[in-house]
């Protein structure tokens, strides 16, 4: 049971390129979320999903894509990168009506 | 709308004192209140969570907040800490109708020996 993962770990881009986060999580969990966490500002919701086949924004979704093709997996695209989006992003997931988030270990992105 | 305020940036003990860590929100409703801990280079990890009932709610790793509706205030409390505990802490509040929660900026807690 690996819970939530999130690939890559680590990634610099260039400003303008595009690339896609993946994370997967194997409970079974109807929610989940995408959010950002940047120094002195806590965690950011950018987009988050209540089943597969939606999403839905969050606090921050501009300059943000997500896709929820599988239940077990929540896509978070960066079409043309910016350096405001360097960040640290995290995933979470849960289950209907626990609203207990389990989060995965984070992916560090840098846009130079 | 709703938002949570963790007045401490950071917060330094000595091992063996007891903790506590202040957060307060702003939300319409009854509202759903977390604690989560994160270590360094790791995730977040849920301590514990208020719905309803008993305000006085006990968690993992020895932890515990109060629910103070009058106050606006769901603080950490710890009666004895460990160097393990050295840590980020952060309160969160939600969900809001669009399913959504809303955390604080965190507070950084150093552990002295």
Redesign the interface.
Known sequence: NAG?TQTPKFRVLKTGQSMTLLCAQDMNHE?M?W?RQDP??????IH?S?GEGTT?K??VPDGYNVSRLKKQNFLLGLESAAPSQTSVY?C?SSWVGS????????TRLTVT | AQS?TQPD?HITVSEGASLELRCNYSYGATP?L?W?VQSP??????LL?Y?SGDTLVQGIKGFEAEFKRSQSSFNLRKPSVHWSDAAEY?C?V??NT?????????TSLTVIP
């Open positions: 939530v929610y979320y959010y002195g500002m806590g965690l950011r919701l988050y209540v839905a969050g606090e995290f979470a609203y207990e988030q389990y989060f995965g270990p984070g | 949570v940036i759903y977390f989560y280079g790791q995730g977040l990890q849920l969570k719905f952060f969160a939600g969900p669009g399913n959504q929660f809303y955390f604080g900026t965190g």
